[in-house]
């Protein structure tokens, strides 16, 4: 069984960084990152309309939805049965 003297002890070692700067972040330069700009695919105006059909009747169910939630209100909880407890069972 190892004693507790031969573990470190995290805080010791966290203080002791702190000490000696390990913790200090470094703020890079913007102009060390590459411009990925390039990179990004627009898509095309075929897709967009695809995606602008599929989900039209999703944001019509959308708003249905808000309509009733704001006309009836929150769903009732269900009610659950409440068997009693007597002293017996304890």
């Given amino acids: ?45 075929e897709e967009v309309a695809t995606l602008r059909a599929e989900l039209g009747p999703e944001r019509e169910a959308r708003n249905r939805r808000i309509e009733r939630f704001i006309k009836e209100g929150p769903l009732k909880p269900v009610p659950r049965a409440v068997v009693p407890v007597s002293e017996n069972d304890l």
Wanted: aromatic content about 2%; charged content about 35%; overall charge positive.
């Fill in 1 to 45: 069984m190892r004693q507790t003297k031969d573990l470190p002890d995290i805080r010791m070692i966290e203080r002791e960084k702190r000490r000696q700067g390990a913790n200090r972040t470094v703020t890079p330069e913007l102009s060390s990152f590459a411009d990925l700009a390039g990179n990004v695919v627009r898509p095309s105006e």
